[in-house]
């Protein structure tokens, strides 16, 4: 059974700093792109970041772009999304996502999801 399971959402004043932390089991994880997507309240699922098998290609959402920075320990099956300078807007659920095609993270279509984790951002 393949699990993802996220960590290191919480509360934090703007302008701080959170690690959010994918573990997964059950599947080849050196052979998955891995991703980071959010949902705020009343709006739709939003891309953050992805990064490819080998951690060595990685991509960014604009609203992330210069703050973020997602990597990933293949030894450890866990990816990592480094969150500064966060601003209220950051605040939503966080979920990992997992696919073999790098191209499907950018969509709402990755075949393996964890249940999220939420991070508030107070002004």
């Known amino acids: 059974q393949v699990q993802l399971v996220e960590s290191g959402g919480g509360l934090v004043e703007a302008g701080g700093s959170l690690r959010l932390s994918c573990v997964a089991s059950g599947l080849p994880f050196s052979n998955y792109a891995l991703g980071w997507v959010r949902q705020a309240p009343g709006k739709e699922r939003e891309f953050v970041a992805l990064i490819n098998w080998t951690g060595i290609f990685q991509t960014y959402g604009e609203p992330v772009k210069g703050r973020f920075t997602i990597s990933r320990d293949n030894a450890k099956n866990t990816a990592y999304l480094q969150m500064n300078s966060l601003k209220p807007e950051d605040t939503a659920i966080y979920y990992c996502?997992?696919?073999?095609?790098?191209?499907?993270?950018?969509?709402?279509?990755?075949?393996?999801w964890g249940q999220g984790t939420q991070v508030t951002v107070s002004s």
């Open positions: 996502a997992a696919d073999p095609s790098v191209g499907v993270l950018h969509t709402a279509h990755a075949e393996y």
